[in-house]
């Protein structure tokens, strides 16, 4: 029996030291070439090598995989393929097999529910060693009385409902498993909300029952409860003892984390935890309350101008906000949904992600970009809107806002490609943490944690505030592709700028320059 105990402990050294030594070798292999080429939108590039900032690398504790893997974006293909294959390597010394997928847990507590009174949940992948969480609220615009309600139970149930909920979800972008498509989060813990209150992520209001009471609500909007109940659950698998605690958000849920984001931090305080540093990824939320192009009627959804829309909304929904903004617009809490009004009021750190030409803004807007060019007085709304977003992101330290028509980003596959003066968005948010963790120790000196006082300096050769200067729609060269919505075929941004009844006599005019040149830097996509 002891002779069979000593062969299985030399047998489990061996395997250490195969390990260990696959470890050295696959570490040790020499570096990737100077350039890789990477495909976005179907059309492959060329990247050459950056030189990365001088800088030391910063390890908070025993968190696992902190490299800074953003700073070698031109070969990172290669360099990603060293990677897997030191993985696929040491994939015998674990006894678990490797999950990519998120897995749907529902709520214990069944009294958080979806709008229909289905139970509510989440999706999650947990890394074993990761002090890093990340929690994100999926979009969906919303609906604001009744009838929009009823009409968007018929049309969008999964929006409603987790009756037909897959069991699994894969994580893309930020959420992504993959180092190669997701260089500063791929090994964090993932845990994916579905949005199912249609609330933006706000309510506190349960299913009413019309057979006791004279509610006028056949629906549930729980938003903010469903928040606060899959925090609960998330301390007893390993929250409780994180570092750092992303909560973010694309669309609806991008507005939802501006709602959110001191409350989580709040609740975790009140558990016991606050250790725990809660910050903010807001993609895609941040609204204007602006004058439509064209005005209607409050009749549904996407006809409804957005201001009017929240006003019944925030009644319907039982709404709640945060309690600076309430303190700060008693009576018309409703001015809370838009960024730029609650983003001074908040205590926690939150980066913002907003194209300068959000679709779903001109949906709002009435600015409806069809089959049709647009005319003058559209092209003229569409570029002053670009210009209201920059002011009003004007003293957001954090942020990244490029000059393109769509909408939401990070859990896109092509998140990485896209650029704002040179610097990509996982690149700034690994600049950004590196920020807090710099202000994080200046503030504990100065005993201030709110995030609007002693901030440090930027780090030379790590942008975090990144707002495009060019005038119209795509005239970033890196903008996501454009296709004409009507044949699906590819647009070039000449194509696409004259679609949008783009008069490149008079914008030459107005920049100051030659009409040959600026239709020379539209070709080249300059």
């Known amino acids: 029996m002891r002779s069979r105990g000593l062969e299985r402990r030399s047998g489990g050294l061996s395997v250490v030291r195969s390990c260990l030594l696959l470890l050295f070798i696959q570490v040790s292999a020499p570096t990737a070439p100077a350039e890789a080429r990477r495909v976005r939108g179907g059309r492959a590039q060329t ?14 504790g025993a968190e696992s995989f902190p490299l800074d893997f953003t700073a070698v974006e031109g ?3 290669n360099f990603m393929i060293q ?55 999926e979009g969906g615009w919303y609906c604001f009385n009744r009838q929009t309600c009823d ?3 018929e049309t969008m149930r999964r929006l409603m409902s987790s009756t037909k909920w897959p069991q699994t979800r894969t994580g893309t972008g930020i959420l992504s498993p993959q180092p190669e498509e997701n ?43 469903i928040i606060k109940e899959v925090v609960n659950e998330l301390l007893t698998k390993g929250l409780d003892n994180a570092k750092v605690l992303l909560l973010a958000g694309s669309s609806a849920g991008g507005t939802g984390v501006l709602l959110n984001v001191d409350h989580v931090a709040e609740q975790l305080v009140s558990l016991g935890h606050p250790g725990v540093r809660v910050r903010g990824l807001a993609d895609s939320g941040w609204f204007l ?10 009749l549904d959804t996407i006809s409804c101008a957005p201001t009017e829309a929240i006003k019944r909304g925030i009644r319907y929904w039982g709404g709640l906000v945060p309690e600076n903004c309430r303190q700060a617009h008693v009576g018309e809490e409703w001015n809370c949904f838009f960024g730029y009004k609650v983003y001074p009021t908040l205590k926690s750190p939150v980066f913002v992600v907003q194209w300068l030409f959000d679709e779903a803004q001109l949906t709002v807007d009435n600015i409806h970009l069809t089959g049709q060019p647009v005319h003058e007085g559209q092209w003229r709304y569409i570029q002053n809107l670009g210009h ?44 950004w943490d590196r920020s807090l963790q710099d202000n994080l ?24 505030h990144l707002i495009d200067s060019c005038p119209w729609p795509h005239c970033n060269p890196t903008c996501p592709t454009i296709r004409d919505q009507l044949t699906g075929q590819e647009m070039s941004v000449i194509q696409f700028l004259k679609h949008l009844g783009f008069d490149v006599q008079k914008m030459a005019q107005q920049q100051g320059m030659d009409p040959g040149k600026l239709l020379g830097m539209l070709n080249n996509g300059n």
């Open 441 to 464: 120790h200046i503030n504990s000196s100065h005993g201030n944690h709110n995030h609007q006082n002693h901030k440090a300096p930027p780090t030379r050769g790590c942008p975090l």
């Open 183 to 225: 260089p500063h989060w791929w090994n964090a813990n993932m845990v994916f909300i579905p949005y199912c209150s249609s609330d933006v992520w706000s309510g506190a209001t349960a299913k009413t029952d019309h057979s006791k009471t004279q509610q006028t609500s056949d629906y549930a909007f729980m938003g903010s409860l």
């Open 47 to 60: 990247r050459r090598v950056q030189p990365s900032p001088p800088h030391r690398e910063r390890v908070e």
């Open 388 to 431: 209201e977003l920059r002011s009003t992101l004007r003293d957001v330290p954090a942020m990244f806002a490029p000059a393109c028509l769509s909408h939401e980003l990070i859990t896109r596959t092509y998140w990485m490609d896209i650029q704002v003066k040179g610097t990509s968005l996982p690149r700034a948010l690994h600049c």
């Open 289 to 298: 309350d602006n004058k439509q192009y064209r005005f209607t009627d409050c």
């Open 75 to 77: 070969n990172m293909d």
């Open 151 to 153: 009409g968007r139970y």
């Open 83 to 137: 990677i897997k294959n030191l993985a696929q390597s040491l994939y015998p010394c674990s006894a678990q097999k490797l999950d990519q997928d998120m897995k749907l847990h529902f709520l214990k507590n069944v009294s958080v529910t979806c709008n229909d009174g289905s139970p509510a949940g989440y999706y999650i992948k947990e890394s074993k060693g990761s002090k890093r969480w990340l929690v994100f609220l």
